[in-house]
């Protein structure tokens, strides 16, 4: 059972910087995409950011580019994916979940049901 596990979340203020981290456990993994999704109280799941399989490219929504960096580690039996988040705004209050591509050497991948292996979520909270 493929579990990522999410962590790093918290309660901050307007304007803070937070980091989450992501850890997906075995082999092979670091040929798959790797993305951040979130989900506010109320809305649907959306997207927040992607990174490909080798960190060379990465994709962000309009809400946080230029805030949010995505980044990984690839290691032989675990890989690490992180959203290095700043000048965080109330409405990026919600629960931060990190999923792995169902495919490989992917780039650009963006649609959720693209992904295949989610991990519980993180609750990020800003208050203003």
């Known amino acids: 059972q493929v579990q990522p596990v999410e962590s790093g979340g918290g309660l901050v203020q307007a304007g803070d910087s937070l980091k989450l981290s992501c850890t997906v456990s075995?082999?092979?993994?670091?040929?798959?995409?790797m993305g951040w999704f979130r989900q506010a109280p109320g809305e649907g799941r959306e997207f927040v950011a992607t990174i490909d399989w080798n960190g060379r490219n990465a994709v962000y929504a309009e809400s946080v580019q230029g805030r949010f960096t995505i980044s990984r580690d690839n290691a032989e039996n675990a890989v690490a994916v992180y959203l290095q988040m700043k000048n965080l705004k109330p409405e990026d209050t919600a629960v931060y979940y990190c999923?792995?591509?169902?495919?490989?050497?992917?780039?650009?991948?963006?649609?959720?049901?693209?992904?295949?292996?989610w991990g519980q979520g993180t609750q990020v909270t800003v208050s203003s």
């Open positions: 999923a792995v591509d169902e495919s490989f050497y992917r780039t650009r991948v963006v649609a959720k049901s693209e992904y295949a292996y």
């Open positions: 075995g082999r092979g993994f670091s040929r798959n995409a």
